[in-house]
């Protein structure tokens, strides 16, 4: 299966969901999308896959969201959009692909949906939050 995870590796949600594709044996495409940015074309693309707006993919918190004016109801799509392509920090994270589709994977146990296969248990997120027991069942 091929998996492509568009990563922030300051992020702890966003390392989690990697934790887990590589705990599953996957050798997952990583992208670095603070370091390569993003084009308007391929955010439509993936916000049109995993059923998501700007709106909804915008990272109001730790982000410069607030600062540049972009919380408010009246700010448009197309706003939206070319601040996320001028600064890459405002997309929320991690977003991943696989075949069986595209999901902003927050929280970060979300990512097992895309997964044919799941890491062996237990398996905790980096807090100690218990994800997988033993038997390799998700917990909660």
């Not at 300051?10 to 887990?20: A, E, F, P, Y």
């Not at 998501?52 to 919380?71: C, I, N, Q, V, Y």
Request: with cysteine; glycine share 8%; proline share 9%.
């Amino acid at each position: 299966m091929t998996i492509v995870i568009y990563h922030h590796p300051d992020c702890g949600t966003s390392r989690n969901v990697l934790r887990i594709i590589e705990a599953a044996g996957y050798a997952p495409t990583v992208i670095e999308y603070l370091k390569t940015g993003w084009t308007r074309p391929q955010l439509l693309g993936l916000f049109a896959a995993a059923a998501l707006t700007p709106r909804t993919a915008l990272r109001e918190t730790k982000s410069p969201a607030a600062e540049m004016g972009l919380l408010g109801p009246e700010v448009d799509d197309e706003t939206l959009l070319a601040a996320m392509v001028s600064h890459p920090v405002l997309v929320n994270r991690p977003i991943v692909c696989t075949r069986k589709g595209v999901r902003l994977c927050r929280p970060s146990e979300t990512v097992l949906d895309l997964l044919d296969r799941w890491p062996p248990g237990p398996l905790s997120k980096e807090d100690g939050t218990p994800l997988l027991d033993a038997e390799g069942r998700r917990v909660g």
